[in-house]
């Protein structure tokens, strides 16, 4: 008999048809991340704000933005819709997960798709919010660039700190005893990567996340990093997890599954409790 994963698999619009309220959340969830770093980003960096007045050193600025940040994804993960569509935010983290076989083909797609069209949209929605501000060269839609030291550092740390993400999350996720702290310890790396490792590369950790700003500042130099680093750093760590604890210790793709909202991935969450 064909069961409903079988369908999904060889008759995509069942699949569309079933999950597309995921696909919408997962979008609307970027989207509200690049709304959040532009609006911060304005705050803490375009030269006529008071915040930028308030604090005039750039490190404890970064400090502050990675602050909100970390914020921001871990209001995201433990809101309803984070919780259901499993916020995985990133293009990145969808193939690392597909590549574990815990997402069906048809979903890994519509949320990379969806990814895309909300970090574009996120952007968009905040430039009509803060107007010419957010095009400001300081603010400059919050793009991330390579640092002074060039693309191969850039390309270098894009690539560990996304390591290091997927890692945590595998780590975190997988464990009975350390699930539920997935999402704090999460926020906590962004907002440790923003704080030490921005002047890199701008910490982007996230290709639907840096070609969002890239359209709107009409600023592509370095989008090869953002759009190969951190997808071949989380698909390694994806492999070294499995190699070493083997593919019966991958429960899931929800990053936050310690909740009861309804469950779209190849999910065997039931066997860790």
Same mark, same amino acid.
């Given at each position: 008999m064909e069961?409903?994963?079988?369908?999904?698999?060889?008759?995509?619009?069942v699949?569309?048809? =079933?999950?597309?309220?995921e696909?919408?959340?997962?979008?609307?969830?970027?989207?509200?991340?690049?709304?959040s770093a532009?609006?911060?980003?304005?705050?803490?960096?375009?030269p006529?704000?008071?915040?930028?007045?308030?604090?005039?050193?750039p490190?404890?600025?970064?400090?502050l933005?990675g602050?909100? +940040?970390?914020?921001?994804?871990?209001?995201?993960?433990?809101? =309803?819709?984070?919780?259901?569509?499993?916020a995985?935010?990133?293009?990145?983290?969808?193939?690392?997960?597909?590549?574990?076989?815990?997402i069906?083909g048809?979903?890994?797609f519509s949320? @990379?798709?969806?990814?895309?069209?909300?970090?574009?949209?996120? @952007?968009?929605l905040?430039s009509? $919010?803060?107007?010419?501000g957010?095009?400001?060269?300081s603010?400059?839609?919050? #793009?991330?660039?390579?640092?002074?030291?060039?693309?191969?550092?850039?390309?270098?740390?894009? !690539?560990?700190?996304? !390591?290091?993400?997927?890692?945590? $999350?595998?780590?975190?996720s997988?464990s009975?005893?350390?699930?539920?702290?997935?999402?704090? +310890?999460?926020?906590?790396? $962004?907002?440790?990567?923003?704080?030490f490792e921005?002047?890199l590369?701008?910490?982007?950790?996230?290709?639907?996340?840096?070609?969002?700003?890239? #359209?709107?500042?009409?600023?592509?130099?370095?989008?090869?990093?953002?759009?190969t680093?951190? $997808?071949?750093?989380?698909?390694?760590?994806?492999?070294?997890?499995?190699?070493?604890?083997?593919?019966?210790a991958? !429960?899931?793709?929800?990053?936050?599954h310690?909740?009861?909202?309804?469950?779209? !991935?190849?999910?065997?969450?039931?066997?860790?409790?």
């Amino acid at each position: 008999m064909e069961t409903l994963s079988t369908t999904i698999e060889t008759q995509p619009m069942v699949g569309f048809e =079933r999950h597309w309220p995921e696909y919408l959340m997962e979008a609307a969830e970027l989207g509200s991340f690049m709304i959040s770093a532009c609006v911060f980003t304005a705050l803490l960096e375009h030269p006529a704000s008071p915040v930028h007045a308030l604090v005039p050193d750039p490190t404890l600025r970064r400090v502050l933005m990675g602050t909100a +940040m970390g914020l921001t994804v871990i209001s995201i993960f433990f809101s =309803r819709w984070g919780k259901r569509s499993g916020a995985h935010l990133n293009p990145g983290v969808t193939l690392a997960f597909y590549s574990l076989g815990k997402i069906h083909g048809w979903d890994a797609f519509s949320y @990379v798709v969806a990814q895309f069209a909300g970090g574009l949209a996120g @952007v968009s929605l905040a430039s009509l $919010v803060i107007g010419k501000g957010l095009g400001h060269p300081s603010v400059n839609y919050a #793009v991330t660039m390579p640092g002074p030291k060039g693309p191969w550092v850039a390309f270098g740390a894009e !690539f560990l700190i996304s !390591f290091l993400m997927i890692m945590t $999350v595998l780590t975190f996720s997988n464990s009975k005893r350390l699930t539920r702290w997935t999402p704090l +310890m999460a926020g906590i790396l $962004v907002a440790t990567f923003i704080s030490f490792e921005a002047p890199l590369s701008g910490m982007s950790m996230n290709p639907a996340r840096t070609l969002g700003s890239a #359209v709107r500042a009409n600023q592509f130099s370095g989008l090869w990093i953002y759009f190969t680093a951190p $997808v071949l750093g989380m698909l390694l760590a994806a492999r070294i997890y499995v190699m070493r604890r083997g593919p019966h210790a991958i !429960f899931c793709a929800k990053v936050h599954h310690h909740n009861n909202q309804r469950c779209i !991935f190849r999910c065997n969450y039931g066997a860790l409790e």
